[in-house]
Nanobody, 116 residues
Framework: QVQLVESGGGLVQPGGSLRLSCAAS????????MSWYRQAPGKERELVAAIRSAGGSTNYADSVKGRFTISRDNAKNALYLQMNSLKPEDTAVYYC?????????WGQGTQVTVSS
């Protein structure tokens, strides 16, 4: 049974930090491209950051470059997103995604709210 379980969301003030985690099971995590997406109210889901399976190369949305860092621990089947210098426009539900040639899986999402 495939599971992607996000955690670490919450309410934070502008300029603050959060670290999201995604615990994966039921598929070959180390061979999957892993990503974080987000969806704000009334907006489409968008890619925030992605990390390749081999070599760990990464890419980021322009809006988060220099503030967010994606990482993975293949030994723990875990994906992370370190979010610094958070802005109100970062408020959204954040989703963990796993992608392979024949599959794509989604977590249930975790809410991040940036507000004073």
């Amino acid at each position: 049974q495939v599971q992607l379980v996000e955690s670490g969301g919450g309410l934070v003030q502008p300029g603050g930090s959060l670290r999201l985690s995604c615990a994966a099971s039921g598929f070959t995590f180390s061979r999957s491209v892993m990503s974080w997406y987000r969806q704000a109210p009334g907006k489409e889901r968008e890619l925030v950051a992605a990390i390749r399976s081999a070599g760990g190369s990464t890419n980021y949305a322009d809006s988060v470059k220099g503030r967010f860092t994606i990482s993975r621990d293949n030994a723990k089947n875990a994906l992370y997103l370190q979010m610094n210098s958070l802005k109100p426009e970062d408020t959204a539900v954040y989703y963990c995604n796993a992608w392979g040639p024949s599959f794509t899986y989604w977590g249930q999402g975790t809410q991040v709210t940036v507000s004073s």
